[in-house]
């Protein structure tokens, strides 16, 4: 069985349009993208499955999993074709040697492919888009905070990760508490929490926002002598809490570094990047 999980994403409706396809065969995946200059969301859901189904050879068995409801019902409920009619006959044409079966997922509800085929589809509709600016940038090029007054307060969080390299007996030393300055992980973790609490008054653009929750844990990896590091933090606030994720892991890894140089002026932080965010109106973005 192969699946197939797609996507289709439009800025303005009609606009510029992206659309993704991820397909897993035997343990592989692939994945496909494409943007189209001005056409329609609908166009584009129904070009992904398209070009999923082109790339599969003839008489395979094939699952596509999509949260278009236009697509999925259209195929499988009968519901009337009043546009778009050339890509329906493809995807008929395309149906016809295959063995397909349509299954609708509600978006972002989270599923690995179906999020990064959104991700995708997303970032194709804004490619080399001359009206997408950083939002740190006024219409003036000039820099300013970005004013979130307007933006609903929904809960949000956010997880990030990162990886201090050692020397092996540095990491038996972490791991056995024996370190000249005490309990290394123990004061990193109290750091990373510390960090996050600070993360606007060291990012000059963050906003300032009451935390909920913010957890930082390790792990020891031995057999590549490392220390990885988590960090979940959760608020309801009108923004994202991505950058107070991402300084926990940071203010955690400097603080290792820190407790350890004295024994290993080797020490390397590397890998510092986000890998799930939840909450406003982009909803769930998972990377790993």
């Not at 329906?88 to 349509?102: G, Y």
Request: some cysteine; proline content about 3%.
């Amino acid at each position: 069985m192969i699946n197939i999980y797609t996507d289709g994403s439009c800025s303005g409706n009609p606009g510029r349009g992206g659309w993704a396809a991820i397909v897993v065969q035997d343990g592989r995946q692939v994945e496909l993208k494409g943007s189209v200059e001005r056409t329609t969301s609908n166009r584009m859901e129904l070009t992904a499955a398209i070009e999923g189904l082109t790339h599969v050879p003839e008489g395979s068995e094939v699952s596509i999993h999509s949260d278009s409801e236009y697509l999925v019902n259209t195929m499988t409920r009968n519901w009337k074709r009043r546009a778009n009619l050339d890509l329906w006959q493809r995807l008929d044409e395309l149906k016809a040697t295959r063995k397909v079966k349509w299954i609708w997922v509600e978006g972002h509800s989270s599923h690995p492919g179906n999020e990064r085929a959104n991700r995708l589809a997303m970032e194709m509709s804004a490619y080399k888009n001359p009206r997408k600016r950083p939002t740190h940038f006024n219409s003036s090029g000039q820099v300013h905070m970005v004013d979130i007054s307007d933006k609903q307060i929904t809960q949000r969080a956010a997880v990030a990760k990162g990886v201090v390299k050692m020397n092996p007996s540095t990491l038996e030393l972490i791991e056995q508490g024996q370190a000249a300055k005490g309990d290394v992980l123990a004061v990193a973790q109290m750091a990373g929490i510390m960090a996050a609490k600070k993360t606007s008054e060291l990012i000059p653009l963050c906003h300032p926002l009451r935390l909920g929750s913010v957890a930082v844990e390790f792990q020891l990896d031995r057999e590549g002598s490392m220390v990885e590091i988590t960090a979940t933090v959760r608020a309801a606030e009108r923004t994202g809490v991505e950058m107070e994720a991402l300084t926990a892991v940071a203010g955690s890894a400097l603080t290792i570094y820190d407790m350890c140089k004295a024994v290993d002026r080797g020490m390397m932080i590397e890998g510092i990047r986000l890998v799930r965010k939840s909450g406003g109106k982009s909803g769930t973005i998972t990377l790993e």
